[in-house]
């Protein structure tokens, strides 16, 4: 599991009350329903500030996979030209123990995809 789905796990987790099978499994078939929603959107909303489009989520299912993608396109898509350029180019220079430490730091915090502008 990436970062994101692994946070977006945890919360329907306290949302449900259960973790989910895998990252493919359906919220309302795993006995999600309109108040569990609200509570893991609401989640979603403090952890990352960014509100999961429902549109998509119910077309394309409501699955943590789903979810974290939703996420992580929302949180990338805010940065501007400038600030994607600057994480590209702060990633690029970085070593792999590097990258492997910040993957690990953002997934102790629950951070979620680590994206920060700067």
Do not use: H, I, K, Y
Not at 85 to 99: I, V, Y
Request: proline letters at 3%; a negative charge; hydrophobic letters at 45%.
């Amino acid at each position: 599991m990436t970062p994101t789905e692994e946070c977006v796990a945890a919360l329907w987790t306290e949302a449900l009350g259960a973790a989910p099978e895998d990252v493919g499994t359906d919220f309302f078939a795993a006995g999600g329903t309109s108040l569990n929603l609200v509570r893991l959107l609401a989640g979603v909303q403090d952890t990352w500030g960014v509100e999961l489009p429902l549109d998509r989520l119910f077309t394309e299912g409501f699955t943590v996979r789903g979810a974290a993608a939703a996420v992580d396109e929302l949180l990338l898509g805010a940065l501007d030209a400038d600030e994607l350029r600057a994480l590209e180019a702060e990633l690029d220079g970085m070593s792999e123990e590097e990258l492997s430490a910040l993957l690990a730091d953002s997934t102790s915090a629950g951070g979620g995809a680590g994206v920060e502008s700067a």
